[in-house]
């Protein structure tokens, strides 16, 4: 299913914002053990944002997820995310959350 051009950048968004943080996550987590620094990381935050934003179906999503799934461990959606179902129910999820956010006062 290719994403309609006028939902592909709040799709992107919400997609990068949530593996950036599960990115930095697992960054912190395991910098020690493997012996990263700060420019590995540098290098993985410009890999992944190339990654999601050349997205244009839920199955480049589900193909990036996949790739990315390691750092999905631990995460309540860690066993869903391997089906097409299952990237397409993580976006929705994503962007519910996004709007939740955006309705809440200041």
Known sequence: ???????KQ??????YTDLQRLLFRNYNQRKEEFNMNDDDYDNAMSQLHRDVYNCNSIKDINDLLLSYIDLFKGEKIYNHVFTLDGTMNYVFSLLIEHCKLMSEPV
């Open 1 to 7: 299913m290719e994403i309609n051009k006028t939902n």
């Open 10 to 15: 709040a799709i992107h968004n919400v997609l």
